[in-house]
């Protein structure tokens, strides 16, 4: 006896998350504008690293919008698993955007070690920084929530990036108000430098995480150990299962195994096993589809499986 069986405890069409990162999309604009505005009144090139890096910010939040878009749609003949990958596109273009800012703040600072400036209007400038962080902030908690409950990477992503922001942009506020109180000009481009290598390191991360999901990365230790509980109850009946492989698609994820149930059953017990299986980690997971290979418990061929290299 064999056979295959799959169950998706999804719903058939993803809600369309879009509409959060025009969300960010508009937060990125208006920090764009007063971070420009803060580094034309003060000159500080650490001011300037920060507005850069507020740029990408927006190129990643319209990134992400794209992507989200692409992501619900579903299924087609052509996309046979739905869009979901779309978001790690996403997640990497962000990253990649990051390395380029990061490199392009470098050169500039660079620059200006050797060619100290002045700065001037220090404290209007930074006041109109603290209200870009402020602004940053919440949206990047915002998006975060937003992304984890609905399972969405390149939500998350933005959030955390927008984060990641509102640490740079307090730590080149902080070094830029030294500058003014100890007048020690080469502080600036120093920071900027610091800003500079901290987003290297975000952005080297999300090119990774999300190089990962493209390349179907298994399930987290601790999902694993959750879907083997629910597998180690059904064998104590005289049931076996093997072959368990999982893998990430965006917010679904996926399971599949071979059930292996005494060659005396009948297809309609083991169905209903099946059933019953799916249903206990559907209820563990959300966007969980499970597909379950029944082969019968005293044939050799059934333990077949795929080899780790």
């Keep these: 006896m064999g056979g295959g069986h799959e169950h998706g405890s999804r719903s058939p069409l993803r809600p369309d998350l879009s509409k959060y990162a025009l969300v960010a999309i508009g937060a990125g604009v208006l920090t764009i504008g007063l971070k420009v505005a803060a ?34 749609r579903p299924a087609d003949s052509d ?38 400036q002045e700065l001037e209007q220090v404290g209007v400038g930074l006041a109109i920084s603290v209200l870009a962080t402020v602004i940053n902030g919440a949206v990047g908690v915002y998006l975060v929530r937003v992304g984890r409950t609905n399972r969405s990477l390149a939500l998350q992503a ?14 080149v506020i902080l070094g830029v108000l030294l500058v003014a109180l100890t007048g020690w000009l080469p502080l ?22 999300s190089g990962a999901g493209l390349l179907d990365a298994a399930l987290p230790e601790e999902e694993r150990a959750r879907i083997d509980e629910v597998l180690d109850r059904h064998r104590a009946d005289g049931v076996e299962f093997h072959d368990v492989r999982t893998r990430e698609s965006g917010h679904e994820r996926f399971v599949q195994m071979h059930m292996l149930v005494p060659g005396v ?15 206990e980690l559907a209820a563990l ?6 597909t379950i ?5 005293d044939d050799p061929r059934a333990y077949e499986s795929w080899r780790l290299n």
């Design 285 to 290: 997971f959300a966007d969980l589809r499970t």
């Design 39 to 72: 580094w034309l009144l003060t000159g500080s090139v650490g001011l300037l690293s920060d507005a850069a890096e507020s740029s990408v910010n927006l190129v990643a939040a319209i990134g992400a919008y794209v992507a989200l878009k692409v992501a619900a």
């Design 158 to 171: 933005d959030g955390k990036h927008l984060l990641t922001d509102v640490w740079t942009t307090v730590g």
């Design 293 to 297: 290979h029944t082969e019968p418990l």
């Design 188 to 209: 600036d481009p120093i920071i900027a430098i610091a800003v500079a290598l901290n987003i290297l390191v975000v952005g080297t991360r999300l090119v990774w995480q």
């Design 79 to 116: 996309h046979n698993f739905g869009h979901t990958k779309a978001e790690y596109f996403s997640a990497v273009l962000e990253g990649v955007m990051i390395v380029v800012a990061a490199g392009v703040i470098i050169v500039s600072a660079v620059n200006r070690l050797f060619a100290p």
């Design 265 to 279: 059953w009948t297809v309609d017990r083991a169905h209903d096993l099946a059933e019953q299986v799916e249903q």
